[in-house]
């Protein structure tokens, strides 16, 4: 596919989406996520859904009318088997399938290689910082601001489309200059930030 014929993301949001929980296991703990928060108490304990389950979600979703898909976790690169869940989208018809990850397992040559041999529309990287202590910091992972960067450099040396996606915290937002240089530096096709907003309750 050439460059003038890729779709941009704005005519592929047009297509019905289902967004598929691959898994919640994660390597990350991300302070404002609910599967961080679990895998601190039941990591031992979380097993990923079967293929079969995931695929019957995915027939399901295609049947109402979803053509476009993204795996999202927890982190789906856990699953040894993703590339048999993009698979399975593929061959029922999804015209476009995104990987939500935080492309750790992409710093190494031999995990890159084996994203890209997927053969997905987009990775949605996950970036929470624009420093490593920033960034390990809000996913709690030391080391994580490393393996994103360098897997996020590897995935579009090999010519993956990237956007990188970032949750408006203390951490990013005090990182922000370093942020926007780094997003300089990588040059993802997109760059989206969202923020959590939680609605005060009154205890009666």
Same mark, same amino acid.
């Given at each position: 596919m050439t460059e003038s014929s890729k779709a941009t993301s704005t005519e592929e949001m047009r297509l019905p989406n289902v967004e598929i929980h691959a898994t919640d296991l994660c390597n990350n703990r991300?302070?404002?996520?609910?599967? %961080?928060?679990?895998?601190?108490?039941?990591? @031992?304990?979380?097993?990923?859904?079967?293929?079969?389950?995931?695929?019957?979600?995915?027939?399901?979703?295609?049947?109402?009318?979803?053509?476009?898909?993204i795996f999202e976790g927890g982190e789906p690169t856990l699953r040894n088997d993703l590339g048999e869940l993009v698979l399975d989208a593929r061959t029922l018809g999804f015209e476009v399938c995104t990987i939500f990850t935080?492309?750790?397992?992409?710093? /190494?040559?031999? @995990?890159?290689q084996w994203l890209v041999s997927m053969g997905v529309s987009w990775f949605q990287v996950s970036v929470?910082? %624009?420093?490593?202590?920033?960034?390990?910091?809000?996913?709690? /992972?030391? @080391?994580?601001?490393?393996?994103?960067?360098?897997?996020?450099?590897r995935l579009i040396a090999r010519g993956q489309r990237v956007k990188i996606n970032s949750v408006l915290?203390?951490?990013?937002?005090? /990182?922000?200059?370093d942020y926007a240089s780094l997003m300089i530096e990588l040059r993802p096709e997109e760059i989206r930030s969202e923020a959590h907003v939680c609605t005060p309750v009154t205890l009666i």
């Open positions: 991300c302070t404002f996520c609910t599967t %961080g928060w679990q895998n601190l108490d039941e990591h @031992g304990t979380i097993q990923h859904p079967p293929r079969e389950r995931v695929r019957q979600q995915l027939e399901a979703a295609y049947a109402r009318g979803a053509r476009r898909v935080n492309a750790r397992v992409a710093a /190494s040559e031999r @995990g890159a929470q910082g %624009g420093t490593a202590a920033a960034h390990d910091a809000s996913v709690a /992972s030391k @080391g994580a601001f490393a393996q994103t960067v360098e897997g996020t450099r915290t203390r951490q990013l937002l005090d /990182s922000l200059d």
